[in-house]
């Protein structure tokens, strides 16, 4: 499986934008671009994915790099709950859904 | 409603014991999962059954046997427990490609 790059961690204040990037230059054509996210004590939690145009959803939305070698993931309005572990995955469709999860970016959001 | 449940939620348990997790789904879906979260926090799939078949195998020592008695269920039993066996194991499931986990059963083995 290709590999993902995301920072440790980021922070924000409640009630601003969030942007959350991550780096996957290895990608191939059948690759889409999968976010989850681990609430404290919780199990991972799918918010967005995409292949190749930008998405929207009720959660968050994912602007996808037009080389498709970067995506970032873009909490409109950060609110507390919004505190996470947000994982950047690459996921084959032929892959069986394997997700192959990496370290992951803390989101620390200050009130 | 629970989507993906996990029972129990808490193992204590002694080396060398046999232990079990249980995992229900009401969403459905074909394809069920197990995860283990270690101390260090990262997920890594073992097991993967489609309509009760095996798909994936990842490199788990066998004493780890999953179960899939119907479409609905996907039982984990542990053999001969061993101290790194301590971990949170997910359950998950899916009808596509998106996975919906469940809360997680906290194993630690003294």
């Known amino acids: 499986d290709a590999k993902t790059t995301q920072p440790n961690s980021m922070e924000s204040n409640e009630e601003e934008p969030v942007h959350l990037p991550c780096n996957h230059s290895t990608i191939s054509g059948t690759d889409y671009i999968h976010w989850y996210r681990q609430l404290p004590s919780q199990g991972p939690e799918y918010v967005i994915h995409g292949l190749t145009s930008n998405v929207n959803n009720r959660m968050a939305s994912l602007a996808i790099a037009e080389d498709r070698k970067s995506s970032t993931l873009i909490l409109h309005r950060a609110t507390l709950r919004d505190a996470a572990v947000y994982y950047c995955?690459?996921?084959?469709?032929?892959?069986?859904?394997?997700?192959?999860f990496g370290e992951g970016t803390q989101l620390t959001v200050n009130p | 409603d629970t989507a993906v449940s996990q029972t129990p939620k808490y193992l204590v348990t002694q080396m060398g014991n046999d232990k079990s997790i249980k995992c229900e789904q009401n969403?459905?879906?074909?394809?069920m999962y197990w995860y283990k979260q270690d101390s260090k926090k990262f997920l890594k799939i073992m097991f993967s059954y489609n309509n009760k078949e095996l798909i994936i195998n990842e490199t788990v020592p066998n004493r780890f046997s999953p179960k899939s008695p119907d479409k609905a269920h996907l039982n984990l039993h542990i053999n001969s427990l061993e101290l790194g066996d301590s971990a949170v194991y997910f359950c998950a499931s899916s009808h596509g490609t998106n996975q919906f986990f469940g809360p997680g059963t906290r194993l630690t083995v003294l």
């Open positions: 995955i690459l996921m084959r469709e032929t892959s069986g859904s394997r997700l192959t």
């Open positions: 969403l459905g879906h074909d394809t």
